[in-house]
């Protein structure tokens, strides 16, 4: 049985305990660590001369997720602070940051080199046909990816969720500096235009140059100009220069109100078709791009037509937003975006499909090309899905991590913020 304590004891005690808090706080603030969360018992004792309800306080702890873990984190942190140094910390940040956003696409890089390995495919002069099919629908397959990910709303601090862009007071001045998704877009293309012209005759290096040889060629300078295109339509500074027929030296005595020369609303978001003309393109000659054999044409003519739906369902978005601009810096989130990514995930992974000895190995098993093309929506379908529900629980976990706590932030994920060198 525990022993009963007096009412001149347990004011001694939490006087006692009290002395012992103050000197405590003297060595950490109260707004600095996470042990000031016990102060309000000590004064409880003082006022009531009972002891404080350390259930009630487990309870309250366990539910801030501070209970068991404060001691400890405190003097992680303590440690990390006294062992290394602010550039360092900055450096393992950069690390960080950096394999934490490439790691999915190593990820897939590492997937699609064993799917290679393990099927022995890509061999002798292979390898560049090979390698010219998983990189460009890899790259449609990631671009469909990113599609999603604008429609959820992932990019919308930067303007990229069809939404207005936020300002500089909101976003911080970086963000509010990025070009928009269309000019990183057309950069993509152009990047890919003007690399490729001059790797498409890798595989016959030296030998004449045939009809398809002169085909891939034309289809990377259509990429290299209209990326280039899309570019200069995205720049603000050639769109002033566009402007400057319009502001002679006689204009200020021109009648016309001030209000005529504001810009228009269409200005505060981009309409840029040219990357989805460009993609309609690809799609049609790919669609007609004459093959080897009958499955390998109807492969072609599979992604073809996807990349086709891609590009008139981009079209359908820019009517739907030029008939209602988005006003909010939330995502609009258009529906016809939804099915942009699927028609690019599932165009792209048949594309990677579409290469020489994938297509002969489903010759010499007898698939007929609608095997690949079945599989590739159910799998395109269960990615899209397992994206929204990823960036769903990332949601979740950002607005927990950010819940307030007593009406301040939680302080474990202030002290987190301080110790990698964020705000």
């Given at each position: 049985?525990?022993?009963q304590l ?7 005690t ?7 808090s103050?000197?405590s706080e003297?060595?950490h603030?109260?707004g600095?660590s ?14 009531t001369?009972t ?6 306080e487990?309870r ?5 997720g ?7 984190e405190?003097?992680?942190?303590k440690?990390i ?8 910390v900055?450096?393992?940040?950069i ?8 790691i ?19 061999r002798?002069?292979?390898?560049f ?10 790259i ?8 999603l ?19 500089a ?6 963000k509010?500096?990025t ?6 877009e ?11 012209m001059?790797l498409?005759h890798?595989a ?9 040889d002169?085909e ?5 300078i259509m ?23 319009l502001?002679?030296?006689h ?8 209000d005529?020369?504001?810009?228009p609303?269409t ?5 840029n078709?040219?990357?989805?003309l ?13 093959q ?14 996807l ?8 079209g ?10 988005p006003?909010?810096?939330?995502p ?15 165009g ?8 020489k000895?994938?297509v ?14 079945t ?6 379908a ?12 990332k949601?979740?976990a ?9 009406g301040q932030?939680?302080p474990i994920?202030?002290t987190?913020?301080?110790a990698?060198?964020?705000?």
């Open positions: 049985m525990a022993q007096t009412s001149h004891e347990l004011l001694i939490g006087r006692d305990r009290h002395e012992s103050r000197t003297s060595v603030p109260r600095n996470i042990s000031s969360l016990h102060d309000f018992d000590e004064d409880e004792t003082l006022a001369g002891p404080p309800n350390f259930e009630r487990a309250y702890l366990e539910k801030q501070l209970r068991r873990h404060h001691a400890f405190r003097l992680l942190f440690v602070s006294s062992k290394v140094s602010e550039r360092m900055k450096c393992l940040s690390v960080y940051y950096s394999i934490d956003r490439s999915l696409i190593l990820g897939f890089i590492a997937l699609s080199t064993g799917i290679v390995t393990y099927g022995g495919t890509f002798g002069q292979n390898v046909n090979g390698l010219a099919h998983f990189i460009k629908g890899g449609f397959f990631w671009y469909g990816l990113l599609v990910g604008r429609y959820t709303g992932s990019f919308s601090d930067l303007g990229w969720s069809w939404n207005v862009k936020p300002s007071g909101l976003v911080g001045s970086l509010a500096n070009p928009s998704a269309e000019f990183f057309s950069f993509i293309i152009f990047f890919y235009g003007s690399t490729n001059f498409e890798l016959s290096w030296g030998g004449p140059w045939s009809a398809q002169l891939h060629e034309s289809i990377s990429f290299f100009g209209g990326g280039l295109c899309g570019m200069l339509i995205e720049s603000k500074q050639i769109r002033d220069f566009l402007n400057a027929a502001f002679p030296s204009a200020h005595n021109s009648p016309l109100s001030q005529s020369f504001q810009q609303q200005y505060g978001f981009s309409m078709p040219v990357p989805g460009i993609i309609l393109l690809l799609g049609f000659m790919m669609s007609s791009h004459h080897a054999s009958l499955v390998s044409s109807m492969v072609h003519k599979q992604w073809g037509t990349f086709v739906g891609a590009a008139l369902a981009r359908v978005t820019y009517i739907l937003t030029y008939i209602s601009p006003t909010s810096v939330l609009s989130r258009p529906p016809s975006e939804l099915i942009v990514a699927f028609c690019l995930i599932s792209g992974l048949i594309f990677m499909a579409s290469n000895d994938m002969d190995g489903m010759e010499f098993y007898k698939l007929n090309a609608m095997f690949v093309f599989v590739v929506m159910g799998l395109t269960f990615l899209m899905a397992w994206e929204i529900v990823v960036l769903a629980i949601g979740w950002v607005k927990r991590e950010h819940k307030p706590w007593n932030q939680n994920s202030k987190v913020y301080r990698m060198g964020l705000p």
